[in-house]
């Protein structure tokens, strides 16, 4: 609230209202300050007060200025823009101000002295001052001979009682011409008169000074101006004292002037009176003048001071707001818009200064909007590829490495990041099993022209068969010259299809081959039971036998037919959610207490999220491989090791539970690996060679892939992995008990 | 910025213009210097009032150079005739002004005295003799009895002084502002005797 009011208080002060309220009010004070030395009687009174109400308003526009001098010297001191160009402007107005007024001030207060000097002349002051004279000596030459005569008279008044005295005086003014005479006595008391003017009662009485002159003994004789009467001249005299008796008395005698003299004597005194009154006033009135000039001089200096800050200040805050709006364009703020000052040139350079930033704006928004869009398109891409399954390479003219995806290098089992930016010949020098890759890469990019070619590969994981398309880029100057290379593994493709007409084969096999197979059981049982009894035990023994092989073998290529049926057959398979560790620990409880020393390392991660599998296929699938090496296991070791273990793991965004099988057996020796999962391949006798086969088809029916590697310890291992159900989260806690 | 005025037309400037405007900025109090009430009393003549005063008049050597160079100088008398109140202040009964001019006659060098109320004037050999003339205040009546109730304990306040609006134009911003001109009494009082 306080800050409020003194913030009104200040705009108050310092408004341009406020500033040209106070110059028309003390211009006004100023006209009736000149108007009281000008005998305007209403305003006398306030003369001092209009004097200091004035000294007041002039102070507060010295105050105005002192603060906005501050004002502008704080913000030159800072480096504020725009506070040089206000100094200068400021300095300018000023001069321009200042000068003419003081050069009019100087010759006015100049003009007005010689002025007033000139109504007064040496000469007429002189000529005043000889006729004063010139009356003066001429009433001189009078006053003396009547006072001469005034004195002659007195001696006859001397021996007169002051009782006879009046018969006298009356006889003396009549023969003198006095228009007044009076007798006082000791006591300066009338004595007796005689006046010539019967209205008038009382005779004039002289100044006691004049008694005062007589008792020293030195009469009078002057100039005087009677009331009523005017211009008169006043002889007093003393009585000679002839007789004891008498005191010393004093006689008067007023004599009339002529009236031709008392005009003359009047003008005279009055036109030297006004003249010497002029002359006196001539100073005062200079000082009047003067103090009002210089008032309205300091007035006139101050508001044009204060009116050269407010337009410096005005004219300036465009331009400094313009200065202010290109630093800040150049530092990159284009949201910058400046106030219009007014409707003339500095408004249209603000305006269109106006229109630039925003156009400038617009045009950068658009500018980062589909610099946006361009990242996001390259994002979308980039996780398009990311997520592909078929290997993308782009190399560049140069046949450098410049672009591909996760898959590629998954698919290669080559970090690409290594060759990234470098030819692809470093790519075939650090794995030799891609050279073929790279050699015909190089030998179709010479073309020039769309491609396609399967490329087998041959390394350490087995044989690997890609399927590889490539694409020379087109278009954009920059990517011209480079070449689009897609390419997929179609191994497990081919696998499958393998797959899957041996499951034809069997199933086929199968079909053929159990049909007749029971006839022909059925009558060699019948041959035997038929023929057996009636023969020669030479030939019954012979036939026995061989009855018996044809069963025998019957049963077993019975056997073996079920086998290959159970293959090719294909059961609805029943998902559901379970956790692997109870199937686990169900199929190896059978195991626990064989015979043969079998020991098993279980080791189970407590923290196993659930899968989605079919329990009974799972359980074939663990017998198989338990089975399988425990036989592997016989021939070859004292102390058959089985160890079995389970993990989560995860692997880009991929969660999965491993099971790992390993034996201390005689291990894959040699075996191809691609090989080991095919039916009828085998290295054990009696075998059919589908065990595992069948392993590799439940876990592939489970979305899942098998591994078979050596283990550590020389023996086998088998890695299957099993993907988590989705819904499962990452703390499973029904996996704990 | 005034000094500097001064100084550029310091020919035209008299050293006393600087004392008044520093007596702008001093306070304004008026000094009695120069007129004195000495004595005054009241009697009561058939019913009329009548005052009798003493006042000195010194006059300053401004006033004196204004006064021999033909200016006329007015001096004023107030007369207060109050009635005190011990719960309020002074009642006014009566107010009274007797103007007195002061001026020098130059033909015959002598100084007249004129009263301003009666048109009455005398003239006097001297200056002093004129003042001494003008402060001898004989038997001025001031109230009648018969037109105004006069309460018993009534008093008399007066005060002389020179009347600075009396004198020509030119000469009274310089009378407003010198203390030179400031010539005045302190108030007098004295009972109203009946």
């Not at chain 1, 398109?377 to 672009?403: E, F, R």
Request: charged content about 20%; proline content about 4%.
């Amino acid at each position: 609230m306080v800050y409020m009011s003194l913030k009104i208080l200040k705009r108050l002060t310092t408004g341009p209202t406020s500033a040209a309220v106070l110059s028309v009010l003390l211009l006004l004070s100023l006209y009736i300050l000149s108007g009281a030395t000008e005998d305007s009687a209403s305003f006398n009174q306030q003369y001092v007060v209009l004097l200091i109400t004035i000294l007041i308003g002039l102070a507060m526009l010295v105050s105005m200025i002192a603060a906005n001098v501050i004002r502008l010297y704080k913000r030159y001191r800072a480096g504020e823009p725009g506070s040089l160009l206000t100094t200068r402007l400021l300095v300018l107005f000023v001069v321009i101000a200042v000068i003419p007024v003081s050069v009019v001030y100087y010759f006015s207060v100049d003009f007005l002295h010689r002025g007033i000097d000139s109504w007064f002349d040496v000469r007429i002051e002189k000529a005043l001052d000889d006729s004063l004279e010139l009356s003066r000596s001429t009433l001189d030459s009078r006053l003396r001979d009547l006072l001469r005569t005034t004195e002659q008279l007195a001696v006859e008044v001397a021996d007169e009682s002051e009782a006879s005295a009046i018969l006298r005086l009356d006889d003396l003014r009549t023969r003198s011409g006095a228009s007044e005479m009076t007798l006082f006595d000791g006591n300066r008391i009338v004595a007796s008169s005689s006046i010539k003017d019967e209205i008038v009662i009382n005779p004039n009485r002289p100044d006691e000074a004049i008694f005062n002159d007589i008792s020293f003994g030195r009469n009078y004789a002057g100039l005087d101006t009677i009331p009523g009467v005017g211009l008169q001249i006043r002889v007093v005299v003393r009585v000679p004292v002839i007789r004891n008796d008498l005191e010393v008395r004093s006689l008067q005698s007023l004599y009339p002037v002529t009236a031709r003299q008392r005009e003359l004597a009047d003008s005279v005194q009055e036109t030297f009176s006004t003249y010497n009154e002029l002359v006196y006033l001539r100073s005062p009135l200079k000082y009047s003048f003067t103090l009002t000039l210089s008032l309205a001089l300091l007035l006139s200096i101050l508001s044009a001071v204060w009116a050269a800050f407010y337009t410096a200040r005005k004219l300036v805050a465009p331009i400094t707001d313009l200065a202010e709006g290109t630093q800040a364009v150049a530092a990159g703020d284009y949201s910058k818009r400046l106030p219009l000052p007014a409707n003339d040139e500095l408004g249209f350079l603000v305006q269109s200064f106006n229109q630039m930033t925003r156009r400038i704006e617009r045009a950068r928004n658009d500018e980062q909007s589909s610099r946006n869009k361009v990242d996001e398109q390259q994002a979308y891409q980039a996780c398009v590829l990311s997520n592909l399954s078929s290997g993308v390479m782009t190399l560049d003219a140069a046949q450098c490495l410049q672009t591909f995806n996760e898959a590629a290098s998954q698919i290669l089992s080559a970090d690409l990041r290594l060759v990234q930016g470098k030819s692809i010949h470093d790519l075939a020098s650090q794995h030799a099993r891609l050279g073929r890759f790279v050699e015909i890469l190089l030998e179709q990019m010479e073309k020039h022209q769309q491609w396609q070619e399967e490329i087998i590969l041959f390394g350490g994981g087995g044989r690997q068969m890609l399927v590889c398309r490539g694409v020379p880029m087109t278009g954009a100057l920059e990517t011209s010259g480079d070449t689009l290379i897609v390419f997929e593994d179609v191994t497990t493709l081919m696998q499958a299809q393998r797959n899957a007409a041996w499951g034809e084969v069997a199933r086929r096999l199968a079909h053929e081959i159990k049909n007749p197979l029971t006839p022909i059981q059925l009558s060699a049982e019948r041959l035997r039971h038929k023929y057996l009894d009636s023969m020669d035990p030479e030939s019954a023994e012979v036939l026995d036998r061989s009855t018996h092989t044809i069963v025998q073998q019957v049963e077993a290529m019975k056997a073996m037919v079920n086998a290959f049926s159970d293959y090719a057959r294909a059961p609805q398979i029943k998902l559901e959610s379970l956790n692997l560790n109870t199937v686990i620990d169900e199929v190896l409880d059978l195991y626990r207490d064989d015979e043969s020393g079998l020991q098993l390392k279980v080791s189970l991660d407590p923290v196993m999220p659930r899968v989605e599998a079919d329990a009974g296929r799972l359980r074939q699938l663990l017998h198989n491989l338990i089975k399988n090496a425990i036989e592997a296991m016989q021939d070859t070791t004292d102390q058959p090791i089985i160890s079995l273990r389970t993990l989560c793991m995860q692997e880009s965004n991929c969660r999965y539970v491993e099971l790992r099988i390993e034996d201390n057996g005689p291990g894959w020796s040699g075996d191809k690996e691609s090989e080991l999962f095919e039916p009828y391949v085998t290295s054990k006798q009696g075998g059919t060679g589908l065990g595992l086969a069948i392993v590799k088809k439940i876990v592939e029916e489970h979305g899942g892939m098998v591994v078979a590697e050596d283990g550590p310890d020389g023996g086998a291992s088998i890695v299957i992995r099993l993907p988590v159900l989705h819904s499962d989260g990452q703390d499973d806690t029904s996996s704990k008990s | 910025m005034i000094a500097a005025d001064f100084r550029v037309f310091g020919a035209h400037f008299r050293p006393y213009y600087l004392l008044t405007l520093a007596l702008l900025l001093s306070t304004g109090k008026a000094l009695a210097l120069g007129v004195s009430i000495d004595a005054a009393s009241t009697q009561n003549n058939k019913g009329v009032y009548q005052l009798n005063a003493d006042i000195r008049y010194e006059l300053s050597e401004e006033v004196l150079e204004a006064l021999n160079n033909g200016v006329a100088i007015t001096m004023q008398l107030t007369i207060n005739i109050k009635r005190p109140r011990a719960y309020l202040w002074d009642k006014s009964i009566a107010t009274l002004l007797q103007r007195y001019a002061l001026k020098y006659h130059a033909l015959s060098g002598q100084y007249i005295v004129q009263f301003l109320s009666s048109g009455k004037q005398r003239s006097y050999l001297s200056l002093a003799s004129a003042l001494r003339a003008l402060g001898r205040v004989r038997e001025l009546p001031i109230l009648n009895q018969t037109v105004i109730q006069v309460p018993p304990n009534a008093v008399v306040h007066l005060r002389s002084e020179l009347d600075t609006n009396a004198l020509p134009a030119p000469l009274r911003p310089v009378a407003w502002l010198s203390r030179e001109w400031k010539l005045r009494s302190e108030w007098f009082t004295c009972p109203l005797k009946s």
